[in-house]
């Protein structure tokens, strides 16, 4: 029997969702839907001292964003601690497990004694119980912490899904602690009965766990639980080249949102950091959940690229409906002390604009001279609003007040007869009536641009010389 495809994330709620777990995300939801599985979220709460429920509504807000939908959760450890606990007691009974009384002290000297006799420090199994052993007395009032009797001989072997075959000899791991002496249990114990109570059949994670994989799978053997299929993926690398990482630059999803960007790019961005569907650059979410198989992932590292990203995401800005765009530049306008209405006017801005802007924040910034005064700088003033061409700068005030009709038909016309009249080309005239109506000295086409101010913004600005 086929066992069901049922894929998992899992962030630890101490940050904000990181963009090397949102891909880990993508990846994992991406292939459930693929295989008509279900993809699960799960809340990694046992850090008690860091953990924050803003954190918890960070990451449950970013997912909701990339559009990551899951069957179930989010289920958090720390409601499945009476689980938990008697996995470990089964444990114990079971001689997999064992309680350890060493003291920080005592596990300090142990390892610097290893350190100066060039032996590689580990845990030297002073409290692990072997037939015909004598352990020492239990010191009174020292709560002890619970250790995994790893396996003392023989391999740890998985076929990664995106290394390949990986051998690790038990020798090189010890005695995993997994439970602390406050009685709260660690990751690797966790996540093996939160995998094993969920049936997660496949598990896509950061390659900073492979060290952590063989003492899962040996929890997982020693518990008779049935394995899932690992997938590490390679880490993110930042523009410096180092690790990306919640300590190191702007990396959350949400700060993308805040930049501007849109959903389906940034989804569209993180699928390709690892994964290709051959030379295929822009795609759709229906697109990816038909095409990723789990097979194509990278053995390298990616590299973030933040100019890829722009060209993505503008790439979305152009294909995006006026309307949805005229909705979701709205916070950013807010920003800027701007408060705007989603209406048919700012849908043809937005029009007018979509098409150079990478972000929404650029395109705010565009739209703002419709609704704020223009400040130009000294620089374009000097070079282009000059003393010889005010006259025609007035001569265009004046036809324009007197428009009876305000569209880019007739405004083109107003334009057309005042560089007639006055014997100047277009730029002339063009490039100084967008510095003093717009605040800058490049725009689309300038009747398209005027025609979608107030008729009586555009001469108070052009007689406000």
Not at 103 to 122: D, F
Request: proline share 6%; net charge negative.
């Amino acid at each position: 029997m086929t066992r069901k495809i049922r894929t998992r994330i899992a962030p630890s709620p101490t940050g904000f969702l990181h963009l090397g777990t949102a891909r880990t995300a993508l990846y994992s939801w991406a292939y459930a839907r693929h295989y008509g599985g279900e993809f699960i979220l799960r809340i990694e709460d046992t850090d008690v001292a860091r953990s924050t429920q803003d954190s918890v509504d960070q990451i449950l807000a970013a997912m909701k964003w990339l559009g990551l939908d899951y069957d179930e959760g989010p289920i958090y450890q720390m409601q499945r601690l009476d689980r938990y606990n008697a996995v470990i007691e089964q444990m114990i009974a079971a001689g997999t497990a064992y309680r350890c009384y060493c003291t920080p002290q005592e596990l300090e000297a142990m390892k610097a004694g290893q350190e100066s006799r060039g032996e590689k420090r580990r845990y030297d199994g002073t409290w692990r119980p072997e037939p015909g052993k004598t352990l020492p007395p239990v010191p009174a009032g020292l709560k002890p912490v619970v250790r995994f009797k790893n396996p003392l001989d023989g391999d740890v072997t998985w076929n990664d899904l995106v290394k390949g075959p990986i051998t690790i000899n038990n020798r090189e791991i010890d005695d995993l602690i997994i439970v602390r002496p406050d009685g709260i249990p660690t990751y690797n114990f966790c996540v093996v009965v939160d995998d094993w109570d969920m049936n997660i059949s496949h598990v896509f994670r950061g390659d900073e766990h492979v060290n952590n994989t063989p003492w899962q799978i040996n929890i997982f053997n020693a518990l008779g639980a049935p394995l899932p299929l690992f997938g590490h993926v390679p880490v993110i690398l930042g523009d410096d080249g180092q690790k990306l990482s919640k300590r190191r630059g702007a990396v959350s999803v949400t700060a993308y949102e805040e930049g501007g960007y849109l959903p389906e790019a940034m989804l569209n961005y993180l699928s390709r950091l690892g994964w290709s569907h051959g030379d295929d650059e822009l795609f759709s979410r229906e697109q990816l959940v038909q095409w990723f198989d789990g097979e194509h992932l990278s053995k390298s590292p990616a590299q973030w690229d933040p100019a890829k990203l722009s060209w993505v995401n503008a790439s979305y800005m152009k294909l995006a409906s006026d309307e949805r765009l005229a909705h979701l530049v709205l916070p950013h306008l807010a920003k800027l002390g701007i408060e705007a209405q989603a209406d048919g006017l700012l849908e043809q801005r937005v029009a007018l604009f979509k098409d150079r802007c990478a972000t929404l924040v650029e395109l705010a910034d565009w739209l703002k001279s419709y609704f704020q005064p223009v400040e130009a700088t000294e620089a374009d003033l000097a070079q282009h609003v000059t003393e010889a061409i005010l006259p025609a700068v007035a001569a265009l005030a004046d036809k324009l007040e007197s428009l009876t009709a305000w569209d880019k038909a007739a405004v083109q016309g107003a334009i057309k007869e005042v560089i007639t009249a006055q014997g100047i080309k277009m730029p002339q005239l063009a490039i100084p009536v967008r510095v003093l109506v717009f605040g800058r000295a490049q725009t689309p086409s300038l009747d398209a641009v005027l025609a979608l101010f107030e008729q009586k913004v555009v001469v108070e600005r052009l007689r406000g010389v």
